[in-house]
């Protein structure tokens, strides 16, 4: 059984977590086959943006419970791969827009926090619910939501694990898009198609600024000046001048 379906139409790739029994909760394997998939499509020159989701109608439900225990070893692993997954996100050079029904909750809320770009059907509910089985937050989000929202509102998720509804999300910068239930996946495909027609060097290079987390202006003057030395040189950089003053869309094949 295969827990990450993948589609491809044109240059977007939508990954959906597809375990609906338990409401697309991540067991040890989807994180593997999660993992994996978002790096072949980091890797593949087909894939100019990624979508994902999770299946009929519910994005993630968070680890699933079933499968923890205090077997250390197996702890350990768990929480490897979760990391490689949410680094796979964060830095991969391909952008991932989270298309989001019915709830996220604990690291599928995670999961979210750390995508590109957020779609959110308009009655999804989002929530940090670790504390409520005991645990601290993992899968980054105590890095990834204060990025997102603010370090307070991040606390007040995370420590008190109240249900934040979709609408809030977006006022408070969880959620960038929100969609008519049944839709989000059409709106964040369509979002996808306006990425992929920008250049993928230049998007590759604004996300690696994001996941720098630098912290001094001296650092991220430091990093834009690397990375714009670097696109100066590059043929997207001439195909969007050339089309600038032809006044035309620029047509990015890199």
């Known amino acids: 059984m295969s827990f990450v379906e993948r589609a491809d139409a044109g240059p977007v790739r939508t990954l959906t977590m597809t375990d609906p029994k338990r409401r697309n909760a991540l067991s040890i394997e989807m994180r593997v086959e999660l993992r994996d998939a978002l790096v072949a499509a980091h890797t593949d020159d087909a894939v100019r943006v990624v979508v994902l989701t999770g299946a009929e109608g519910f994005f993630c439900a968070g680890g699933d419970i079933s499968t923890m225990s205090d077997d250390e070893q197996l702890g350990v692993y768990r929480l490897q791969v979760i990391a490689e997954l949410v680094e796979a996100l964060v830095e991969g050079p391909t952008p991932v827009i989270a298309a ?3 709830g996220a909750y604990g690291a599928g809320l995670s999961l979210v926090a750390a995508c590109d770009h957020v779609v959110s059907a308009s009655d ?4 940090a619910s670790f504390g409520g089985i005991g645990l601290a ?3 980054g989000l105590g890095w990834t939501l204060p990025r997102r929202i603010g370090q307070g509102r991040a606390s007040e998720m995370i ?4 249900v934040v509804g979709a609408p809030r999300a977006a006022e408070i910068g969880l959620v960038e898009r929100l969609a008519e239930p049944a839709g989000t996946h059409s709106l964040a495909v369509g979002r ?9 060097p230049a998007l590759a290079a604004s996300k690696a600024l994001f996941a720098a987390g630098n912290t001094s202006l001296r650092q991220v003057l430091a990093a834009e000046a690397r990375a714009q030395r670097a696109l100066f040189v590059g043929p997207d950089f001439a195909e969007g001048v050339g089309a600038f ?7 990015f094949e890199a």
């Open 245 to 251: 003053r032809a006044k035309r869309r620029p047509r």
């Open 137 to 139: 937050t993992d899968a």
């Open 159 to 162: 420590l008190f694990g109240e």
């Open 192 to 200: 996808a198609e306006l990425l992929a027609r920008r250049s993928r």
């Open 124 to 127: 999804a509910k989002f929530c």
């Open 100 to 102: 989001v029904e019915g």
